[in-house]
């Protein structure tokens, strides 16, 4: 598994480490961590509507929290619950640059094993690092 739950972070939230060998796979594990606080079984989200977004910022750590705000606010605005199907992260002169395809479908209690409702990703601890194995990100959500 690409990311695990980190018990002893956050009393009131859920803190997780996500690893990835390139910055796509980093990005996409901790997208897929924060879906799962939400939805216990990530199979269940069925891949009916894509959508695509870009994402922008200076720094490379703001642009992973930006890219899992995306997540959260799809699933208040449109009740979308999704999941990565590709992501490309670039570097330029103003920072970085991130497109995102993803799918999923409308929140469904009936068929969505919910968990908690996530209400955003917060700085406290928040990480973004290079490691030898590639890199690694400390992420806590308010929940």
């Known amino acids: 598994m690409p990311y695990h739950y980190l018990e002893d972070i956050a009393t009131a939230d859920v803190a997780f480490e996500a690893r990835g060998k390139d ?34 910022h200076e720094e490379l750590d703001m642009l992973l929290f930006n890219f899992l705000q995306e997540f959260i606010f799809f699933k208040d605005a449109r009740r979308l619950l999704l999941r990565v199907l590709s992501v490309s992260v670039s570097s330029g002169n103003n920072g970085f640059s991130l497109k995102a395809k993803a799918a999923g479908e409308e929140l469904d209690p009936e068929k969505h094993d919910l968990i908690v409702d996530v209400k955003a990703v917060t700085l406290y601890r928040f990480a973004v690092q290079q490691t030898e ?10 929940i």
Not at 49 to 56: G, H, I, K, N, R
Not at 133 to 142: K, R
């Open 133 to 142: 194995d590639g890199w690694m990100a400390t992420v806590v959500l308010d």
């Open 23 to 56: 910055l796509a796979e980093l990005f996409t594990a901790a997208a897929d961590a924060t879906m799962n606080v939400m939805v216990a079984d990530l199979a269940s989200i069925e891949k009916r509507e894509e959508l695509e977004f870009v994402v922008e």
